[in-house]
């Protein structure tokens, strides 16, 4: 058994700080003509059945889209941990795919690929790996952990890796398409990939 879109909300992490990008928002970075947001829009829309955004600041821009935003349910920027919980909290379906804001490449069979994997499982978590390092923002996650999510927060863990080796986890393999997970962490990063491929 799979599961299909309809069962499955999308959410774009676009919350953060963005300090390695001088404080920007990174979302809203122009990339090759458009907001690097509209680029992972795009993309996940025909992967998910609702499509959310996690934004904690210029929400009159990102409401432009005509998605639900969701804001972090902590205070200061305490990492994608807390956007996760947003989407968590607020999903409607069984299922929250997670995306960063700032990988424009996305695969197209992303959430198709890790929602096999979970149903094959039987894991409550299913997170993608490069074929060099684990990707552990582009992940699907079961909505039931959002408790156990809030209680881990609570207690002043934020470290994504120590709350994923807690879970029962598969690593999907997207070894096929590494350049998928390029993502525009840094000036650098933008300049670089808007002339790659």
Partial sequence: MTLSPAEITGLILAGGRGRRMGGADKGLLPFRGRPLVEHLIDRLVPQVGELLINANRNR?????????????????????????????????????AVVPCDAPFLP?????????????????IAVAHDGERLQPVHALLTVELAGELRRFLAAGERKIDRWYGRQRLTLV?????????????????????????
């Fill in 60 to 96: 009159d821009r990102y409401g432009r889209y005509g998605l639900r935003l969701v804001s972090d349910p902590l205070t200061g920027y305490q990492g994608p941990l807390a956007g996760m919980l947003a989407g968590l909290e607020a999903a409607e379906s069984r299922w929250l």
């Fill in 173 to 197: 393999d997207f070894s096929d398409a590494p350049e998928a997970f390029g993502n525009l962490n840094r000036p650098e990063d933008r300049q670089r990939l808007e002339v790659g491929s």
């Fill in 108 to 124: 197209e069979e992303l959430v198709g690929r890790l929602a096999e994997a979970a149903a094959r499982e039987g894991t409550s």
